[in-house]
T-cell receptor
Framework: EAAVTQSPRNKVAVTGGKVTLSCNQTNNHNNMYWYRQDTGHGLRLIHYSYGAGSTEKGDIPDGYKASRPSQENFSLILELATPSQTSVYFC?????????????FGPGTRLLVL | QQKVQQSPESLIVPEGGMASLNCTSSDRNVDYFWWYRQHSGKSPKMLMSIFSNGEKEEGRFTVHLNKASLHTSLHIRDSQPSDSALYLCAAGITGNTGKLIFGLGTTLQVQP
């Protein structure tokens, strides 16, 4: 099965601090995605990427930046963390974006912003 | 308003029973669906996909799709306690680079 890893798995940050969440996939997938999951809102797409060097805004990009330095790595950056960004963040990778491409999710990062 | 609506919000079935979950999209551009299962504290894992009108069966799981009404349903027969989880429906649009829109999910509890 496709392998997606995330680090850190848990993070406590202070308001106004910078937070970087990292994701690595060994599936050679072109597409990667960052989601956050919150009760009452479900899974929402923050940023996504078609390949190394590309990043695109998802449905809720405000307050987040993304970086895709290589095929394998995709980072989510919170430059000035706020308590509203407390959530569980999932990274996913998935093929080239065709209908048949399954998205494989990482284990998630639980972020608490105090 | 959620573009992907799932019902019911929660469901309790006895072990060995049938669970039926529903999902509808309000986006007329949607033309395929995925079903994911997420156990508590874990990440979502793909369960089944459906791209054409009709029915698809894999083991104890059956998925239906009606493209005209943008409605899909997931049926789990002979439900097991290990099936207890959050079931997420995701809708996709051809040519939209694989982006998915997720519903809020149905929480299924299978009672032994």
């Amino acid at each position: 099965e496709a392998a997606v890893t995330q680090s850190p798995r848990n993070k406590v940050a202070v308001t106004g601090g910078k937070v970087t969440l990292s994701c690595n996939q060994t599936n050679n997938h072109n597409n990667m995605y960052w989601y956050r999951q919150d009760t009452g809102h479900g899974l929402r797409l923050i940023h996504y990427s078609y390949g190394a060097g590309s990043t695109e805004k998802g449905d809720i990009p405000d307050g987040y930046k993304a970086s895709r330095p290589s095929q394998e790595n995709f980072s989510l950056i919170l430059e000035l963390a706020t308590p509203s960004q407390t959530s569980v963040y999932f990274c996913a990778s998935g093929g080239t974006g065709g209908n048949q491409d399954t998205q494989y999710f990482g284990p998630g990062t639980r972020l608490l912003v105090l | 308003q959620q573009k992907v609506q799932q019902s019911p919000e929660s469901l309790i079935v006895p072990e060995g029973g049938m669970a039926s979950l529903n999902c509808t999209s309000s986006d007329r551009n949607v033309d395929y669906f995925w079903w994911y299962r997420q156990h508590s504290g874990k990440s979502p894992k793909m369960l089944m996909s459906i791209f054409s009108n009709g029915e698809k069966e894999e083991g104890r799981f059956t998925v239906h799709l009606n493209k005209a009404s943008l409605h899909t349903s997931l049926h789990i027969r002979d439900s097991q306690p290990s099936d207890s989880a959050l079931y997420l429906c995701a809708a996709g649009i051809t040519g939209n680079t694989g982006k998915l829109i997720f519903g809020l999910g149905t929480t299924l509890q299978v009672q032994p």
